[in-house]
């Protein structure tokens, strides 16, 4: 399973503490279960004059610790988001085709920058579904088209993000009725939906897991189940993460079905928290 990251501020700030400094940062998540490394590369967004930025690697971020840090402190902005891929293949494809630097994660269009964990067990179908915004796929991460799904939702459509995460799930739904007979290794169209999303003014957290899954524990501390991501917000600042950081901050569950926005308004960071 991948790890995911975002932050939103107040004025421009650096994300060094949860991605570099604390026990549980998402480099240290990255290797600190040798069953579990996140060895298929890596990736920070952030916006830059309001101008969305990415920095990415298709190598292990456990072997590029002064690149990556150079890229944290390159990301000082009111907006970050990170991502650290362990790359899934639902189309059983030699492992080499899988690593890239198109691969990698965040993906990025216009002003919206995105990043997922989970896999999309259908991704073929995905594509052939989305038409004409098919063609933007670029690489063989399934995440990919869960973007461009939402993306074309949000333009061609005009849907908000809670819209078209609805949509998508609902498409899933019926792609999975239609050819559900062509994959007999799968019981289901997708095994986890959780992202970090940000359209350059607001910071998205979305959590959409199977219940199954959530019996497995969460990398560093092993306190809370797997693929429940976990958020803090103050007055400055709001910051979500696959998994708690550390001990000291009061973080909160984000639990599946449950989507976290959070803006800037009169200089606080404001919350909301719906169901999808």
Known sequence: MCRLFGMLSVEPSTARKYLLEDPCSLYAQSKVDPKSLQSDGWGVGFYLN???RLIKS????YTEYERFASAVEAARSKIVLAHIRRASNPRG?????LISIENSQPFTYGRYIFAHNGAILIPDEVIAYLGEWGSKVRGLND???YFWFLVR????????LPEALKSFQRALSSLWEEHREDHPNFNRPYRGL???FSDGERL???AKYEDGKAASKSLCFKDQPALQM???TSPNRLVVSSEKTNREDPWRPLRSGELLTGWVSEGRVLTSIERV
Do not use: C, D, Q
């Not at 298709?58 to 971020?61: L, Q, R, S």
């Not at 494809?93 to 085709?97: G, V």
């Open 50 to 52: 309001g101008a969305p």
């Open 58 to 61: 298709e190598k292990p971020v």
């Open 93 to 97: 494809l030699p492992k080499e085709r």
């Open 143 to 145: 995440s990919e088209v």
């Open 153 to 160: 939702e949000m333009e061609e459509h005009k849907a908000t």
């Open 194 to 196: 959780n992202l970090v």
């Open 204 to 206: 998205y957290a979305y």
């Open 230 to 232: 976990s958020y803090i």
